[in-house]
């Protein structure tokens, strides 16, 4: 089974280190790990069998 994996403009699907300053998150598909870019909001979304299920993520700036 695979899954299609799709984010909003600011969102970087792939390695972290090759996440853009835009980006307010990266999403590491071999690893299955998230990091914090910047803040804002993030969404993501995954189609397996058709169906997809979508998140919304507000990330906040460090303090």
Do not use: K, Q, Y
Request: charged share 25%.
């Amino acid at each position: 089974m695979s899954a299609d994996w799709t984010g909003a403009p600011n969102v970087h699907i792939g390695d972290p280190d090759r996440a853009s300053r835009r980006d307010v998150a990266a999403f590491d598909l071999a690893t299955g790990r998230s990091r914090r870019c910047g803040a804002g909001v993030a969404s993501l979304a995954g189609t397996v069998n058709g169906v997809t299920e979508r998140a919304e993520i507000r990330i906040t700036a460090a303090g």
